[in-house]
């Protein structure tokens, strides 16, 4: 199995702040990465695919970049509603893996 | 609107056989354009892959899990199901059901699909205990 690691495992922003999530594939994916958002009682969101493709709805501070093994998240102007855990997954490989989550609190 | 809703025991007894169902309303399961998908989340193991079916019945299992699982698919009910046998305490989870899309690319002058799952469940929590 392909192995995604997350870091931080949490982080404290600031309403306004500009945060940035690392994501690490253990091999090669390409650009075969989402990210994933999820608040709590809730099912994941997605957010992004393909690395860099922002899904329909989601707000354009939201963006992504990254490819091969080495990935972001990156958050412009953190809003309230942005607080919550963040998760990526490679869908290079089956079975699927997912990072083991970026819990975002607020400051 | 699509949207995906689990149902289910919440309980099951260990040795016994935990099924759950997807009913999907909004897209037909029967479409080629996606795939079904069971996902499970625990706080020992995070988020899971457990597999996924395609519209012909076609299926790809977590190596695993597939000794144990099956999923499946019914059209004429637009809902799609899985079974785990011999559950223990390890497969005590949240389990979400979500709808696999993919984009499709060039890469190295091939059609490349970029999946992901677009539309889940709320998710339906499972205790194993007995």
């Known amino acids: 199995d392909i192995q995604m690691t997350q870091s931080p495992p949490s982080l404290s922003a600031s309403l306004g702040d500009r945060v940035t999530i690392s994501c690490r594939a253990g091999q090669n994916i390409d650009t075969f990465l989402n990210w994933y958002q999820q608040k709590p009682g809730e099912a994941p969101q997605l957010l992004i695919s393909?690395?860099?493709t922002l899904q329909s709805g989601v707000p354009s501070r939201f963006s992504g970049s990254g490819s091969g093994t080495e990935f972001t998240l990156t958050i412009d102007t953190v809003q309230r509603e942005d607080f919550a855990t963040y998760f990526c997954?490679?869908?290079?490989?089956?079975?699927?893996?997912f990072g083991q989550g970026t819990k975002m609190e607020i400051k | 609107q699509v949207q995906l809703q689990e149902s289910g025991p919440g309980l099951v007894r260990p040795s016994e056989t935990l099924s759950l169902t997807c009913g999907v309303s909004g897209a037909p399961v029967s479409s080629s354009l996606y795939y079904w998908m069971w996902v499970r989340q625990s706080p020992g193991k995070g988020l899971e892959f457990i597999g996924y079916?395609?519209?012909?019945?076609?299926?790809n299992y977590s190596p695993s899990l597939k000794s144990r699982i099956t999923i499946s698919v019914n059209t004429s009910k637009n809902q799609f199901s899985l079974k785990v046998n011999s559950v223990t305490a390890a497969d005590t989870a949240v389990y979400f059901c979500?709808?696999?899309?993919?984009?499709?690319?060039?890469?190295?002058?091939?059609?490349?699909?970029?999946?992901?799952?677009?539309?889940w469940g709320k998710g339906s929590t499972v205790i194993v205990s007995s």
């Open positions: 079916v395609n519209n012909n019945g076609i299926t």
């Open positions: 997954q490679q869908s290079s490989l089956t079975p699927w893996t």
């Open positions: 393909a690395a860099s």
């Open positions: 979500a709808r696999v899309k993919w984009t499709t690319m060039m890469k190295s002058h091939f059609e490349t699909r970029f999946y992901h799952m677009d539309v």
